[in-house]
């Protein structure tokens, strides 16, 4: 699934965007206020153990009516559901969450919930290597202006017995002002790529990838640090060596391939607007096409965090991806056709 970076990029646009369904909160299909659910946002998901597991932040099990953004009671900073569903087309039906011994979906990942300590813990993405699944977070000390956040460093933890319980691991771990908060990941071969912006929404993208077999061993990280003459990417066993791959303000990445397209494809929410973009990449560092919005701030007020469900049904023209809303602060599934460009 990489590419020559000399092949030319093919994606011309987007097509028939619109929201298909919801997936959170009582009003949904779904129903989550049965595992005391009334709102909660994000739902990166990632394939692990034959299921699809969306991975949502904070999350409230009542809320009252009117409330805009985060808040209510049962506050929890994360949450797990699986599914499924090989039908996207019609929505998407969650099959579960990891839940508690009453039945309430259960925290993941603890957290202080000190405002100027730890305010959350917050996963950003969730992969799965040598048997094991894993979820990258971030440590959030404090939520900042719109869009700009303090965090503590980023880090894993790490499930054992099917996403029931999860540990925090001591490393690896990457310091709150890093390039890499904010991850997106995915397998090449017998190593493990990860896309990666810092604290917010207006950063650029950057690049890592660690063998799987080494996930857990700081020191065998390698952050991309340009192309030789020839194209060919160089690595580097030093952070501050990584290089921008997108220059862009980018959050809440998402980053899957795309065989309709034999491309890579990158959505995120970009600050400078607050539009929910796409792009494409000929190999995972580049070159990446120009972006094309998805969903614009102006038709979809409070949007964010528009995140590439890793299923592909039928030729793989038409991607599914979760969207956030910060007004009743749930999430939607949303679809889209890929418009391919004529050039040979």
Do not use: C
């Not at 506050?75 to 599914?83: E, K, M």
């Not at 080494?214 to 990280?221: G, I, L, S, T, W």
């Amino acid at each position: 699934m990489i590419a020559n970076g000399d092949e030319p990029l093919v994606l011309a646009g987007v097509a028939q965007v619109r929201q298909v369904a919801q997936v959170t909160g009582p009003a949904s299909p779904n129903r989550t206020d049965r595992f005391e659910i009334a709102g909660q946002d994000l739902g990166s998901m990632f394939e692990a153990g034959g299921k699809t597991w969306l991975v949502f932040g904070d999350t409230f099990g009542q809320r009252e009516p009117g409330l805009t953004g985060g808040g209510g009671t049962q506050w929890r900073s994360n949450t797990l559901a699986y599914t499924t569903d090989d039908n996207p087309a019609d929505g998407l039906r969650l099959d579960g969450y990891i839940v508690d011994d009453i039945g309430w979906a259960k925290e993941l990942i603890d957290s202080r919930k000190v405002d100027g300590t730890e305010m959350t813990t917050i996963p950003t993405y969730g992969f799965e290597a040598n048997g094991a699944m894993y979820l990258a977070y971030m440590s959030v000390r404090h939520w900042g202006d719109p869009g700009e956040w303090e965090t503590n460093y980023s880090g894993f933890a790490k499930s054992t017995d099917g996403g029931q319980t999860w540990a925090k691991l001591e490393a690896p771990r990457w310091p709150g002002d890093s390039r890499f908060i904010q991850v997106s990941t995915a397998k090449v071969g017998d190593d493990i790529y990860f896309w990666g912006v810092t604290h917010g929404r207006f950063g650029p993208v950057s690049l890592m990838k660690v063998p799987e077999r080494d996930v857990e061993d700081q020191r065998a990280y390698r952050y991309f640090a340009g192309t030789a003459a020839g194209g060919a990417p160089q690595w580097s066993a030093d952070p501050a060596a990584a290089r921008t791959v997108v220059d862009d303000t980018a959050g809440e990445l998402s980053v899957v391939w795309s065989p309709y397209l034999s491309r890579w494809l990158m959505t995120y929410t970009r600050g400078a607007d607050e539009s929910a973009v796409i792009r494409e990449g000929v190999t995972p560092w580049g070159p990446w096409g120009d972006r094309f919005t998805l969903v614009s701030q102006a038709d979809t007020p409070g949007l964010y965090a528009p995140f590439l469900s890793p299923r592909v049904s039928g030729d793989g023209r038409t991607v599914y991806f979760a969207l956030s809303l910060w007004g009743p602060y749930n999430v939607f599934w949303y679809r889209a056709d890929l418009v391919r460009s004529n050039r040979k």
